[in-house]
């Protein structure tokens, strides 16, 4: 059981750490010469331009923005609930709020990884000025940690769910 308690946790410390890196790291739209993500745009490794409302559709970044931060403070929300109802639950009850709250994450996380695939496109062509060196990229590590913590998250919130308490 010991076992069993210590892959949860491990598992869940994991899902923060993918997330906390797609959020913070500069690599969701990479290249040879740039790397851009939801917070910046950078050419030659130095010359870094911060996205603000100056930037056309940075309405649609910003929802990437928030719903990342939030799934990644609704993890860490979620462990500490789980450690929370670790000592207060009774025997054989579900850790079900940890679970709602860790699904929470999941479905945020989902959505920015989802609002940045679909409109990447639209705002690299939008504000060409700005994007004009990032027409040749790839999706970048950071964009597949998102849909990795995604994925991480889910499974997390359905053994939290499936999980019941015991001595």
Known sequence: ???L???IIVF???SAALLFVATIDNAWWVGEEFFADIWKV?????NCTELNDSVQDFSTVQAVQATMILSTILCCIAFLIFLLQLFRLKQGERFVLT???QLMACLCVMIAASIYTDRRKDIHEKNEELYAQTSGGSFGYSFILAWVAFAF???SGLMYL???KRK
């Open 99 to 101: 679970s709602i709250i």
């Open 12 to 14: 869940h410390i994991t």
């Open 42 to 46: 950078c050419v030659n490794n130095t």
């Open 162 to 164: 499936i999980l019941r």
């Open 5 to 7: 308690l210590a892959f």
């Open 1 to 3: 059981m010991l076992v």
């Open 153 to 155: 998250t889910f499974i």
